[in-house]
């Protein structure tokens, strides 16, 4: 029988830009995560690495605790959520003084950030995410934890290591869901099993060779490769060309005609070294329907 957790007392989640209640949904959930969920209390529900964590509000005071009471995890989840605010200074720098699209989208999402999430975590995250919306890469990430993962307590699981994905077999995959996907999945983990430090060694280098590296591994194209860049390695010019980007800068930028790659570049050299950081404001505010884009009901990452 699995432990039961053990959780520590609640303290508040002090951040130099607060995410409001009306924002929490977005930043969790949104698309940039997929190990949170919300329970039937109300509360957050997430796994970080090794840690389960229980997110609330208590009037309007964000509040956490987790499974693991040590320091150094409460400095992860500082880090997780941008506690020292250095997202705040770049967004101050990105052109919505005169950009009115990307101000409204500002103003849609107050105190939306990028999540510091494991390399590990995003790689396998996005592996999962082509063609597919939010809920269903949620479902399959969950499927892949509590099959090849390590058990933490209760219904928790760890994701699975590259080791155990690239000696899993057809059936287990299969049961997770994964489709076509399964074949990228096992791929990269080949790939990566033997290198232990490759997050590392992949940590080192400048982005434009960072996705480049990326991308030579199965299933990972430019998108995949530059949301694992934003998501899991923190390089804030990164710039996701999804569905939704495409089409609002098609459609509120008036860029009719451009191709992904010329879309990224527009992105890059407009928004600057806050690019990702942007995306993620664009692509929120599109998907609830604030910019005024237009994109069937069924949208997939």
């Not at 609640?10 to 951040?15: A, K, M």
């Not at 998108?223 to 990164?238: D, M, N, P, T």
Request: net charge positive.
């Amino acid at each position: 029988m699995m432990d039961s957790l053990r959780w520590n007392s609640w303290r508040p989640l002090t951040l130099s830009c607060p995410i409001p209640a009306s924002t929490l949904p977005e930043q969790l959930d949104g698309g940039q995560a997929f190990r949170w969920r919300l329970s039937d209390n109300h509360e957050w529900l997430g796994v970080i690495g090794r840690a389960v964590v229980r997110l609330r509000f208590r009037e309007t005071q964000l509040e956490w605790c987790s499974s693991d009471s040590s320091s150094a995890f409460a400095k992860r989840m500082g880090d997780y959520f941008d506690e020292s605010g250095i997202q705040v200074q770049l967004i101050d720098q990105l052109p919505w003084r005169s950009d009115v699209v990307l101000s409204q989208a500002i103003r849609s999402y107050p105190g939306l950030r990028i999540l510091r999430q494991d390399p590990h975590e995003t790689l396998v995250g996005f592996l999962c995410s082509s063609n597919k919306r939010i809920q269903q890469i949620r479902m399959m990430v969950s499927s892949l934890a509590q099959n090849l993962g390590e058990p933490i307590a209760e219904d928790y699981y760890a994701l699975p290591s590259w080791s155990a994905i690239a000696s899993a077999s057809a059936t287990q995959l299969k049961s997770c869901a994964l489709g076509y996907r399964a074949k990228f999945l096992q791929g990269t983990a080949h790939k990566l099993k033997d290198r232990p430090d490759w997050e590392k060694e992949f940590s080192s280098l400048p982005t434009p060779q960072l996705l480049e590296t990326l991308q030579t591994l199965p299933g990972v194209g430019p998108k995949v490769a530059a949301c694992v860049a934003l998501f899991g390695f923190g390089r804030w010019e990164s710039f996701p060309v999804d569905t939704w980007i495409v089409q609002v800068l098609t459609q509120a930028y008036r860029l009719q005609g451009y191709s992904a790659k010329q879309l990224e570049k527009f992105g890059q050299a407009h928004f600057g070294a806050a690019a990702g950081i942007a995306q993620q404001y664009l692509f929120a505010s599109a998907r609830s329907g604030q910019l005024g884009v237009r994109l069937g009901k069924n949208e997939k990452l």
